[in-house]
C-alpha cells in the first residue's frame, strides 16, 4: 500500500515544467492562484524570492495572480525590500487583531488564508537562497492536473553549513531525529513522507481553511496528520525540487522548534485517543548557553497555541459568503 503512494504521488519538478500547459489548467478551471511567504527578518533573501516568481510566473505567464508576504515584525527591512520587489506586505498583528497577535509561523499561515485571494496557496519559506520558478509550478502542478490531491509537500537535498561543518545531504535535523521517529512509531504512513516538515506547501482553499492551525513551528506536523487522518494519504502528493539552500539555524533554535513540534503532536495523539497524559505537557522551554567558564538555562519564549480551523471566524465567512 504505502508502495503504491510513493509511485503513484512522488513527482520530480520537472514533470510539471510546462508553464504555458498549467496556465491553460488553471483558467479552464477558473482558479486563482497565490504565493505566500511568511517572514520575519528575511531582508537577505525575500527580494530575490519574490522578483524570481513575479518575473518568471507573473510577468511572462500568469500562473500566479498574487504575491503576498506576511510579516512578523521584521526590523531589518524586510518589508521594504519586499515591496520594491513587487510583492504585496501585510502586517500579521494587524490582521484579525480583534483576535490578538501570536508570534509565530503558524500564525502568519493562519492569517494568509484570510488575506489571500487564492483558490490554490502556495506558502514558500522566505530564507531560500536558490529560489526558482520551480517552488510555485512544481508544488501547484499536481494540484492542478489532478482533482483529487488537495497538499502537495516539497522534498529535496538540504546542504547543511555550519562553521567547519558541511555535509551534501544533511540538514532536516529535526525532522530525523524528533518528528520520523515518532511518526514511525504512531503514524507510520506519515514517516513514509520524504520531508514531512518542508516549509514548502501548496494547497486547496477549500481543504486549508478546515484545518486547525498551530501558530508556531508545530504548523507542519499538525497540518500533515490533520489531513491524513481526516481525507488519507492519497490526497497528498510530494514533490522533489532538487535542491534547497537556506539560512540553517542553531542546535538551540532547533531545540525551541522541537518542543513546540511536541506539543503540536501530542494535542493530535490525545484528540486521536492515541495516547492519554495524568496532566498537561509542560509549557516552560529552557535552552543552554554554553561558553568558557558558563553554563546557563535560559527561558525561551516559545508558541505552543492554535488557531481554529478559518472557517469558523465570522468575519472570514462573511468575506467568503458563508453563512455567519
Given at each position: ?25 488553471k483558467e479552464s478551471q477558473g482558479l486563482v ?10 531582508a537577505a533573501t525575500i527580494g530575490k524570492a ?83 520558478p520551480k517552488f510555485v509550478y512544481g508544488l ?185
Amino acid at each position: 500500500m504505502a508502495g503504491s503512494w510513493l509511485e503513484k504521488n512522488t513527482f520530480h519538478h520537472s514533470r510539471f515544467m510546462d508553464v504555458p500547459k498549467l496556465v491553460r489548467a488553471k483558467e479552464s478551471q477558473g482558479l486563482v492562484i497565490s504565493v505566500c511567504f511568511p517572514a520575519l527578518n528575511e531582508a537577505a533573501t525575500i527580494g530575490k524570492a519574490v522578483g524570481a516568481i513575479k518575473r518568471e510566473l507573473m510577468d511572462r505567464h500568469r500562473l500566479v495572480d498574487e504575491i503576498v508576504v506576511i510579516d512578523s515584525g521584521s526590523t531589518d527591512g524586510t518589508c521594504e525590500v519586499a515591496e520594491q520587489a513587487g510583492a504585496e506586505v501585510h502586517h500579521a498583528r494587524e490582521c484579525l487583531s480583534h483576535l490578538g497577535d501570536r508570534p509565530g509561523k503558524g500564525e502568519n499561515l493562519w492569517k494568509s488564508l484570510y488575506l489571500l485571494k487564492g483558490d490554490l496557496i502556495v506558502w514558500l519559506d522566505a530564507d531560500i537562497k536558490n529560489i526558482h520558478p520551480k517552488f510555485v509550478y512544481g508544488l501547484v502542478g499536481p494540484l492542478l492536473l489532478d482533482p483529487e490531491i488537495q497538499l502537495t509537500k516539497a522534498y529535496y537535498e538540504r546542504p547543511l553549513e555550519l562553521p567547519q561543518e558541511s555535509e551534501e545531504y544533511g540538514g532536516g535535523r529535526v525532522t530525523e531525529i524528533l518528528v520520523r521517529p515518532l511518526f514511525s512509531a504512531f503514524f507510520p504512513e506519515l514517516a513514509r513522507f520524504y520531508q514531512p516538515c518542508s516549509g514548502e506547501v501548496a494547497g486547496r482553499r477549500r481543504l486549508l481553511e478546515t484545518l486547525p492551525f498551530a501558530a508556531g513551528y508545530g504548523i507542519e506536523t499538525g497540518m500533515l496528520i490533520d489531513v491524513h487522518t481526516r481525507h488519507g494519504q492519497d490526497v497528498i502528493a510530494q514533490v522533489n525540487l532538487d535542491k534547497r539552500v537556506h539560512r540553517n539555524q542553531s542546535t538551540t533554535a532547533l531545540g525551541k522548534m522541537g518542543f513546540e513540534i511536541i506539543h503540536t503532536f501530542f494535542s493530535r495523539l490525545t484528540e486521536l485517543d492515541k495516547a492519554s497524559f495524568d496532566s498537561d505537557l509542560g509549557k516552560d522551554y529552557y535552552k543552554l548557553a554554553c561558553g568558557p567558564s558558563l553554563y546557563e538555562l535560559e527561558e525561551t519564549q516559545v508558541q505552543i497555541n492554535e488557531r481554529p480551523p478559518m472557517t469558523s471566524i465570522p468575519e472570514y465567512r462573511e468575506m467568503r459568503g458563508m453563512p455567519v
